[in-house]
């Protein structure tokens, strides 16, 4: 039989009336309107796989929503007789169905379960009546029975007879009892208020001892099967002597309650039946009947007293009423039995069971507060309050559990979860129940948290710095980054990329790079300190989610200077075609100017801190140069005996590790008038073999008078068109050297040839030049050029406003 709801279902009946039809359609209408109920009938011991019904038709739904709902079978037994085959939409029989291991005698004979569906989530109870087919035959419990029976029995006296058993119920169970033909029993059968059936034989002739003291009789039970099946027994009466009064119960009905778990010995009742025979034809003893196998096992009667006891543990959810028969029976063998009815009362001792339905592991930690991760089943055996059962779950976790239907809870996520918070936890679900004292179960259940890419990488420092010495090796590692991202796996892998950005109008790849993996960031090239003093550029660290995130940091790299440039001398200027040399009268005093040797750095902190040092001269005890300004000074008075032609060097080294150093050559001229000079210097640029032929030098002097003057001014002019492009050229030239020309130095103290007041520039470096210091011009300068490779001689006369001083000249450095 088919009983569904009102979206479409069958309804099939079987032997049903008319009104028992509108009642449970009645009832029905006043069911949750949310479930169909469906009832199908089956008979027992169906093969496996055969089929129940089509589940899906008769619930109204389509095979799509089976297969999204996650269609199944939910069960609180531990045997599953039923399959639902979603894809199909059909329910098949999953396992053996005995009728009377199922359910015993109960008749009709059902076992429920629900069909649950989710998203939406949808219970719909299935109850399956099993029929009954006849594959038990009767049996009885013993296979021999005795009766001693006085031969002064009366006419009409009653013996009951042993019970047969039929597992089958209805048209297959116990149907008839048939006694062997015989001249003094005929057999009369009665049927107990439940419908049970059972037999007497009665005697309907007298019995004679002496013509035949013993009867051997058989007892034959019948089903009411196709085929008819039975059992048989066989009775053996012995004849004694008269008797003639059967003993008699006060009472044909016996009634008594007994709590389960009633310790063993607790006295149930006290039967009492009694014999108006005398002697010991008038003694009753008290036993159990000939009833059903296993009825009265849970007690124990006293056959003197008629005390019925407990004798053995009784529970509540197997048996709620027990029922059987006692007999009381005299000394000669006469017979009475009487009912007993015995009602058992539930206590609280079964413990809530929690049975896990569905169960989602790990949870996104971006779920939604409310998803639901698992469905329970908690079912308490007991009744009454004492199987009502509440859950909750325990501690401080953010899940909790809703009732949806009946018996069913959802467990769901109570707030937002973070797995870099909680990454996994211990679920605690407790069921109590409402007994006195309550009873509780706890299930623990283990939820991990997966996660999603929520959070960026997070680098150690707000930014970064790092120094890297010049010069270095391309390819070297500069600095480490390093950024963490608290997700896991692919989310948590940071990588790291260079963003795009341009250092003096090149890209930032063209100086370095960083490893993606590690984060270490490597030189591309050599860096050089006088070109580029730093790096500033930005990192980005992304991780591998989808999509990923990321975050950036600054990265500043400071080159630091290495001493590997040499000083460059600016003054005197080196040059190979003539010999500028430097005029000191020989009445100059201590302490007297000749010149400034002027040297630059481009290297920068203490590899440019530069000292001057004389290293060779024609007479050291005349000079001496300044350790840090490079001034050449007179150390003593100048003496008619000192040589007119001084040539100097002086070194200049830099305070770099190790130093580096270079070398100038100072001309001094010691004479009061250029004569003096010209012969000095003229012996000086030749060749020994001209000094030894004097008259060729005279005449030849004589000779070239008539053209000096004219070949003066050709020279004078040609040296100053000649510095002046040299100067032009060093200016616009690559070099990081600012060109610097002839200071004008006059004598401080006012002695010599020189003018009192001079003027010097220092030039260093080209970003040095706001440091310069200037001083006051000289209104003019001598200096002699002499060039060796001709036989005269040019004294240069710069007035005060020379090329030197021109406003658009690039010597003047501010």
């Known amino acids: 039989m088919a009983f569904i709801?009102?979206?479409g279902l069958r309804w099939r009946l079987f032997g049903r009336s008319r009104m028992a039809v509108c009642f449970a359609v009645l009832q029905f209408i006043f069911l949750n309107q949310t479930e169909a109920q469906i009832r199908y009938s089956i008979p027992e011991e169906m093969k496996k796989s055969s089929l129940i019904g089509n589940i899906a038709q008769d619930l109204g739904l389509d095979l799509k929503r089976l297969r999204s709902g996650r269609a199944r079978i939910v069960t609180g037994e531990s045997i599953q007789y039923t399959e639902l085959k979603a894809d199909k939409g059909i329910l098949v029989v999953n396992d053996r169905i005995d009728r009377e291991q199922l359910c015993g005698d109960v008749t009709p004979c059902s076992f429920t379960f629900e069909?649950?569906?989710?998203?939406?989530m949808e219970l719909h109870p299935v109850t399956i009546e099993v029929l009954d087919v006849n594959d038990n035959a009767p049996t009885f419990q013993n296979n021999h029975l005795e009766f001693e029976i006085s031969e002064s029995a009366a006419l009409g006296s009653r013996f009951v007879?042993?019970?047969a058993y039929d597992a089958d119920v209805g048209v297959n169970g116990l149907k008839d009892y048939i006694l062997t033909p015989n001249d003094h029993f005929v057999l009369k059968q009665h049927v107990n208020p439940d419908g049970s059936k059972y037999a007497e034989m009665v005697i309907e002739k007298s019995l004679d001892r002496e013509t035949q003291p013993r009867l051997s009789l058989k007892l034959l039970a019948v089903d009411g099967g196709n085929p008819q099946r039975s059992g048989t027994v066989n009775i053996d009466v012995d004849i004694l002597d008269a008797n003639d009064n059967a003993p008699?119960?006060?009472?044909?009905l016996y009634k008594a309650t007994v709590t389960e778990n009633a310790p063993k010995g607790t006295l149930i009742m006290t039967v009492n039946a009694s014999d108006i025979d005398s002697g010991s034809n008038g003694k009753v003893t008290y036993s159990f009947s000939k009833s059903k196998a296993g009825v009265t096992d849970a007690f124990d009667i006293d056959g003197d007293t008629g005390r019925i006891t407990v004798a053995k543990e009784i529970d509540f959810e197997k048996d709620k009423r027990i029922e059987f028969?006692?007999?009381?029976k005299d000394q000669g063998g006469l017979t009475d039995s009487a009912k007993v009815e015995v009602e058992v009362l539930d206590v609280n001792d079964n413990a809530p069971v929690i049975n896990v339905m569905s169960f989602t592991n790990p949870v996104s930690e971006d779920s939604a507060v409310g998803t639901t991760i698992g469905i329970i089943n908690v079912k308490d055996v007991d009744s009454g309050e004492n199987g009502q059962v509440r859950c909750t779950v325990e501690g401080n976790v953010p899940f909790k559990v809703k009732s949806n239907v009946r018996n069913y809870y959802a467990l769901t996520t109570a707030a937002a979860l973070d797995r870099e918070t909680l990454s996994e936890c211990n679920i605690t679900i407790l069921a109590l129940d409402g007994g006195s004292p309550p009873l509780h179960t706890r299930r623990t259940l283990f939820v991990k948290v997966s996660d999603v890419n929520d959070n960026a990488p997070s680098f150690s420092y707000a930014s970064y710095k790092a120094f890297l010495t010049e010069n270095n090796s391309p390819g070297a590692s500069v600095i480490i980054v390093n950024a963490r991202d608290p997700d896991e796996n692919q989310n948590a892998r940071v990588s790291y990329y260079l963003e795009d950005c341009e250092i003096g109008g090149s890209p930032v790849s063209d100086y370095v790079i960083v490893d993606a993996e590690s984060g270490v960031i490597h030189a591309v090239r050599s860096f050089d300190y006088e070109q580029i003093k730093e790096l500033v550029f930005t990192v980005k660290a992304q991780d591998g989610g989808s999509p990923p995130l990321s975050s950036n940091v600054s990265v500043k790299i400071l080159i630091q200077d290495q001493n590997d440039n040499p000083p460059q001398v600016l003054y005197p200027v080196q040059t190979g075609g003539s010999m500028v040399a430097e005029m000191v009268p020989r009445s100059a005093d201590v302490g007297y100017l000749v010149t400034k040797v002027v040297a630059v750095d481009v290297d920068s902190g203490q590899n440019a801190w530069l000292s001057y040092k004389l290293q060779k001269a024609t007479d050291r005890a005349l000079f001496e140069v300044g350790l840090q300004n490079g001034e050449i000074r007179t150390i003593r008075q100048v003496s008619d005996k000192d040589a007119v032609k001084q040539r100097l060097?002086?070194?200049?080294?830099?305070?770099?590790?190790p130093s580096r150093s270079a070398t100038v050559i100072v001309n001094v001229a010691v004479a009061d008038s250029f004569p003096e000079v010209l012969s000095e210097f003229t012996d000086f640029a030749h060749d020994k073999e001209y000094n030894d032929n004097l008259t060729f030098y005279l005449v030849l002097a004589l000779a070239v008078v008539s053209f000096l003057f004219i070949t003066c001014l050709v020279v004078i002019i040609?040296?100053?068109?000649y510095r002046w492009r040299q100067s032009r050229i060093l200016y616009h030239s690559s070099l990081p050297v600012i060109p610097y020309y002839p200071p004008r130095y006059s004598d401080t103290l006012g002695t010599g040839t020189l003018q009192h007041v001079y003027n010097y520039e220092v030039c260093r470096t080209t970003d040095s030049r706001k440091s310069d210091c200037k001083f006051g011009r000289a209104a003019s300068q001598n200096?002699?050029?002499?060039?060796?490779?001709?036989?005269?001689?040019?004294?240069r006369i710069q007035s005060e406003k020379s090329i030197l001083d021109e406003p658009d000249s690039p010597l003047e450095v501010r």
Request: glycine share 6%; no cysteine; charged share 20%.
């Open 5 to 7: 709801g009102l979206r």
């Open 115 to 120: 069909v649950l569906l989710e998203n939406p």
């Open 783 to 795: 200096v002699l050029i002499m060039d060796p490779s001709s036989t005269g001689t040019m004294q």
């Open 718 to 721: 040609s040296v100053k068109i």
């Open 649 to 657: 060097s002086v070194i200049v080294e830099d305070n770099g590790q």
């Open 325 to 328: 028969r006692i007999e009381a």
């Open 248 to 252: 008699v119960f006060n009472q044909s």
């Open 161 to 163: 007879l042993e019970s």
